[in-house]
């Protein structure tokens, strides 16, 4: 990932740095050893104490970080949580059906039980920290208890996953050690975890009759369960409600009742709040009556509204002024949300089709508290393809001159630094054995966008990352979409922007704003860029710097580090790849000696920058700058440099050029 500089420095004592390698190496090396071995049973008296114990702990603390064995310290005192990467293994990709029931007795340690499902009780409370969270779950047929670790994630519906019920079914169960050394179950992939809501079901004494009537009483309840919930801002309770009810229609044979439409325009609703678009369409199609009867016209006209708003979350434009002219025309035209909504997707169609965009207006609604923009993309004038060495590219389709707007793209998900989803962890990466600031929030945050939104799934799974994980395709498992995290953590280190400078005042290595934008993420470095980026809230804004024809690739810089030792080693850690542009092979050409000398002589000239101020500078200031340049200048080989960038020349060069003007014409 590619940060604001000050955002992305941090800080580890050599001793830290020991600390947290030597954490994860001794326990790999401990599951290596104990692989295969039967699970020691527990104490569950013992885990009831410490888990509720912790629990209280952690509900007294201040700071949702975990006190763990891997958790680092800053210089300045911000804890940040971190975890080892790079030891992935995929998400189960079979139905709860088709997998067989294993006891916790059954478990072995350091294995992945592919095939089997636990079925497990949580009587106990969840303890939630930032990166974690963990409770105890027991076998209800031994009576059995164990330690259950779930890694990063929230439910689809906002709420702790660990706490959205008590009963999980547990696919392919992971059995372990964590950082603690102590064994434990772990969820990684939140599909992985089942919660499974206890449902009375259809009375099977009842006649049919008898059986619809009794579905439709209960489903009245369960509506009536809903709207309270509603009322009170519950929403994943009213979701659960609602759900419950279309569930106990659809198990009784119920299809023609005004009650399931009610169901369904209500849940609507509730997952317009939770971002949910794809199930918010979906409920809203099914709410409408499609009878015409008048009785009908007001329902309809929310239906269609509903599913405008959710076509309009997904940036469907087209679609989203269609159903607003439908729930305008049911009302004859007086409908004033629809009517504004029609404008609005209207005006995003034209945004989308020529990039006129209304920045001064776009910029006076941006606030803190309003970061995220209400716009729409373009980037028509662009296409990915193949590049010969750089994967794939962004390809210009149009000729641009510099200065003009290349593309617009909100971002597909971003965390700002005032919000309490931007936080950074410390990932130490297992295979290159390196330790690197990750925006563990922002991967966070995508998940739980994905899992609300899966048809979003093909297009993010498809941008570059190392490891292939489950690929681009969209699988559907009881009902959940699966999404290989260990894929989401690769994509988001190699795809991930930092929004310099720093977006929000407080804003430090620990909550560094960073964002994901699909389109623009096809952009390849070049230190000779002919682009650049620029923000606007969430808005990158990407513009041509040199003149650009089209079917030229379109470049940015993800690096603009003068030194090329630092940013050759920066590019290939962060982002995996050596630059081979027509600068870096001359520098390299240069050789080390004469890249030394450049160096030490580019910071004596930041040095005199700071140090002289260039307005109203005496004539002998300004020779020592000249000199300054002969020496940075001869450095430089005349035939290697020709029609190359003198980069370490750039900040003395403006500054003679500002004292220039106060000596009236002296050279
Ligand atoms: C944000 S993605 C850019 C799109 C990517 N090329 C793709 O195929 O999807 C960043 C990755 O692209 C590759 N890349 C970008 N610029 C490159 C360059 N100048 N030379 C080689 N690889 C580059 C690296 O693998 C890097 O990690």
Redesign the pocket.
């Known amino acids: 990932m590619a940060s604001s500089k000050q955002a992305s420095t941090f800080y580890m004592t050599p001793q830290e740095d020991a600390r947290i390698r030597n954490t994860v190496k001794t326990r790999r090396q401990r599951c290596r050893n104990l692989a295969g071995q039967p699970r020691e049973s527990k104490d569950a008296q013992a885990l009831h104490s410490t888990v509720t114990m912790a629990s209280l702990m952690a509900d007294m603390s201040a700071s949702s970080i975990e006190d763990s064995a891997l958790t680092a310290n800053q210089h300045r005192g911000d804890a940040m949580p971190a975890f080892a990467v790079g030891e992935a293994y995929p998400p189960c990709f079979l139905d709860l059906d088709d997998l067989k029931p294993m006891t916790l007795s059954e478990l072995q340690m350091e294995t992945h039980h592919r095939g089997r499902v636990l079925r497990l009780r949580r009587e106990e409370p969840v303890v939630t920290f930032k990166a974690r969270s963990w409770t105890v779950v027991k076998d209800q047929s031994t009576g059995q208890a164990e330690r259950l670790e779930l890694v990063l994630h929230k439910s689809e519906l906002g709420d702790e996953l660990l706490e959205a019920g008590k009963s999980y079914a547990i696919k392919e169960p992971y059995f372990t050690l964590n950082d603690e050394g102590e064994a434990t179950l772990r969820v990684d992939h939140p599909s992985d975890l089942v919660v499974e809501n206890e449902s009375s079901g259809a009375d099977s004494s009842l006649t049919n009759g008898h059986v619809a009537e009794a579905a439709v009483k209960r489903a009245i309840a369960l509506k009536t369960r809903g709207n309270a919930a509603l009322k009170s801002q519950e929403l994943a309770e009213a979701h659960t409600r609602y759900t419950e009810g279309i569930q106990c229609l659809q198990d009784s044979g119920v299809t023609n009742k005004d009650i399931i439409l009610d169901l369904y325009r209500n849940r609507a609703h509730v997952n317009l709040s939770l971002q949910r678009y794809d199930e918010a369409k979906a409920d809203a199609v099914a709410a409408v009556s499609k009878t015409g009867a008048d009785k009908y016209t007001a329902l309809d006209n929310k239906a269609h509204f509903r599913a405008g708003a959710a076509a309009y979350g997904q940036g469907e434009y087209n679609e989203a002024g269609a159903f607003f002219e439908t729930a305008l025309e049911l009302l004859e035209g007086a409908d004033k949300d629809a009517k504004a909504f029609l404008r609005r997707a209207d005006q995003r169609l034209r945004e989308q089709e020529t990039g006129a965009y209304d920045f001064s207006r776009i910029k006076t609604l941006l606030s803190a508290a309003r970061p995220r923009v209400d716009a729409a993309d373009h980037y028509s004038d662009t296409v990915?393809k193949?590049?010969p060495?750089?994967?794939?590219?962004?390809f210009a389709t149009k000729d641009f001159e510099p200065g003009e707007l290349i593309l617009c793209e909100k971002a597909f998900c971003v965390v700002w630094g005032h919000e309490l989803a931007a936080w950074t962890s410390i990932a130490y990466d297992v295979r290159d054995d390196k330790i690197r600031g990750f925006p563990a929030g922002l991967s966070k945050a995508i998940v739980q966008k994905l899992r609300n939104n899966p048809s979003q799934i093909p297009k993010f799974m498809?941008?570059?990352g190392?490891y292939a994980g489950l690929g681009r395709e969209l699988i559907i498992r009881d009902g959940q979409p699966v999404i290989d995290v260990f894929q989401v953590l690769d994509i988001v280190a190699?795809?991930g922007f930092g929004l310099s400078p720093a977006a929000y005042k407080d804003e430090n290595v620990t909550n560094a704003s960073t964002g994901i934008w699909i389109h623009a993420?096809?952009?390849?470095?070049?230190c000779l860029a002919n682009s650049e980026k620029d923000f606007m809230g969430d808005m990158l804004l990407l513009r041509a710097i040199q003149p650009i024809r089209a079917g030229d690739e379109i470049?940015h810089s993800?690096d603009f580090t003068p030194d090329y030792e630092t940013r050759a080693a920066s590019?290939k850690t962060?982002?995996?790849?050596?630059?081979?542009?027509a600068l870096c092979v001359a520098e390299a050409e240069d050789g080390v000696e004469i890249r030394r000398k450049r160096q030490e002589l580019l910071e004596d000239a930041v040095k005199f920058v700071q140090g002289n101020e260039a307005k109203g500078a005496k004539r002998l200031t300004i020779v020592k700058a000249r000199r300054l340049v002969q020496a940075i200048n001869a450095t430089y080989d005349e035939k290697r440099y020709e029609g190359l960038p003198r980069t370490a020349l750039l900040g003395i060069e403006t500054w003679l050029v500002v004292a220039g003007k106060g000596l009236n014409g002296v050279t």
Request: proline share 0%; with cysteine; glycine share 10%.
């Open positions: 990915i193949d590049t060495t750089a994967g794939r590219g962004l498809d941008l570059y190392d190699r795809n993420a096809y952009t390849n470095h070049s470049t993800y590019l962060t982002w995996g790849f050596k630059c081979v542009c």
